[in-house]
């Protein structure tokens, strides 16, 4: 029965130091180290399409299956931060109650008479009296560590001074904002979100498209793009392109601002991002054509719209309108569709410029010659350019968390390193005509330093003594 009873406890006990071992810390590390290598290589959520693509099906099942192609949000990584977390809290109350030992000892413990126990001790003699050295030695002491302490026994009296003992729970600060780093992790992970979204000049949405085909997810706001502005080098490609939107809750304009690349804005918690341009379905183009050394035909067409070519018994479609086609400047795609067949080609409205820095272009490169379809030559004049923006948008409510787990961190750092609990005692005892003074301490870490200090101030009880 006794046996039976004591399993239990046993399991606790094999349990609690698993969970409370420094090397279990270092393995979740390394793992999380891992993951996160391996979520920089494989490409994630919609950069893995492409890959699963060119696997074969089955082992793009297994994968998607395995999370493998979203770790972040996968149970490996919530596991291994959770199994962190509950080793960092174990860790932390398992060597508190030595820490709060240390930080709550007695500056004097009940037994304490002497400091010839202490193998660091440091001891000098000296002619003066010894109130009067000892009165000396508490100013001295009073300017290192601040408030001093004083005990007085039948061998002699004794000065303590101490600073740094919150040292003891710089590791705990540590440990807290590791804590605090993985909470915000967690929370951008499951009530974060990333998006994308196309918005029209002069229109407004209020939906976007969540990645990973996360579908659409509404959001407690309409944001509309009041227009798009986009500048050109010589060469056609975009120098820097604008959106100045307008954000509207219950149909009033809340806030305002111009979006750039580089230079998002935020609100209500929700960042938006300048990524992509281009022109909208309903915009038009000003095209004209000619027969050899005919009549030029001027026409007004849009994306998706037909035009006949009488002569030829033929008919033209506007596939694409391009804003910089290969950052080359505006272009048209058209389709010849005759009895020849389908001919589609590009119409670019700086061909002139393009040639000239790029001679014999049209040659081996057939699609971008406007004359490809013999004998008609065609040219774009113009693109009534009516734009939309293309945005990507992100929501992290754990940023803010994480901001203070590191700040923590950082805090947590610098106590460890740079403080540590000092501990001095001084004793002044009266030895015949003579005075014996003594100088020990203690320190949770940095003991060379701890000496140092000493050896400071055994040699300022040197020099005030000499010009006693």
């Not at 407004?204 to 500048?231: H, S, W, Y």
């Not at 940023?399 to 005692?425: D, E, K, N, Q, Y």
Request: glycine share 8%; aromatic share 10%.
């Amino acid at each position: 029965m006794k046996r039976k009873e004591n399993i239990p406890n046993v399991k606790k006990n094999v349990l609690w130091s698993l969970f409370s071992s420094f090397n279990l810390a270092v393995v979740l590390l390394i793992l999380i180290v891992l993951l996160a290598v391996a979520g920089s290589l494989i490409p994630q959520q919609d950069a893995a399409r492409e890959l699963a693509r060119r696997i074969p099906p089955g082992w793009a099942a297994i994968l998607q299956n395995m999370q493998v192609f979203d770790l972040y949000h996968s149970v490996w990584f919530f596991l291994l931060l959770g199994l962190l977390s509950l080793n960092l809290v174990i860790c932390s109350l398992s060597r508190f109650p030595v820490k709060w030992k240390s930080f709550r000892a007695k500056a004097f413990p009940d037994a304490f008479t002497s400091l010839e126990d202490m193998s660091d001790v440091m001891i000098i003699s000296t002619e003066e009296r010894r109130d009067s050295a000892l009165q000396r030695l508490e100013v001295l002491l009073k300017k290192k560590y601040g408030k001093v302490e004083k005990k007085e026994t039948a061998r002699g009296d004794f000065l303590y001074g101490e600073k740094g003992r919150l040292s003891h729970f710089g590791v705990y600060v540590i440990h807290l904002s590791i804590l605090v780093i993985i909470g915000g992790a967690v929370a951008g992970a499951l009530f974060g979100f990333n998006a994308h979204v196309r918005v029209t000049e002069g229109k407004a949405t209020d939906t976007v498209q969540l990645k990973g085909d996360g579908g659409i997810k509404k959001l407690d706001f309409t944001v509309r793009c009041e227009r798009f502005n986009v500048d050109f080098y010589e060469n056609g490609a975009p120098r820097e392109y604008r959106s100045d939107l307008t954000f509207l809750k219950d149909g009033r304009v809340v806030h305002q601002g111009s979006l750039l690349v580089n230079h998002p804005i935020t609100f209500e918690g929700i960042r938006f991002y300048q990524s992509s341009y281009g022109t909208a379905p309903d915009g038009k183009i000003s095209l004209s054509f000619r027969r050899g050394k005919g009549k030029i035909h001027r026409l007004n067409v849009g994306a998706g719209d037909v035009f006949e070519l009488p002569e030829e018994h033929a008919q033209v479609q506007i596939l694409r309108i391009e804003e910089s086609m290969m950052q080359m400047g505006p272009a048209v795609k058209l389709n010849v569709r005759s009895r020849k067949g389908d001919t589609p080609f590009w119409v670019f409205k700086n061909i002139k410029v393009i040639e000239e820095m790029n001679p014999g272009i049209m040659e081996y490169v057939t699609l971008f010659n406007p004359g490809l379809f013999e004998p008609y030559v065609f040219s774009l004049d113009h693109v009534d350019r009516k734009y939309y923006t293309g945005l990507q948008v992100a929501h992290d409510p754990g940023l803010p968390i994480v901001a203070s787990g590191a700040f923590l961190l950082v805090a947590g750092f610098m106590v460890v390193f740079f403080t540590s609990h000092r501990r001095i005692w001084i004793s002044v005892e009266a030895r015949g005509d003579r005075t014996a003074i003594s100088i020990a301490g203690r320190t949770n870490r940095d003991s060379r330093g701890l000496q140092r200090e000493k050896e400071r101030m055994m040699t300022m009880i040197k020099d005030t003594d000499v010009e006693t």
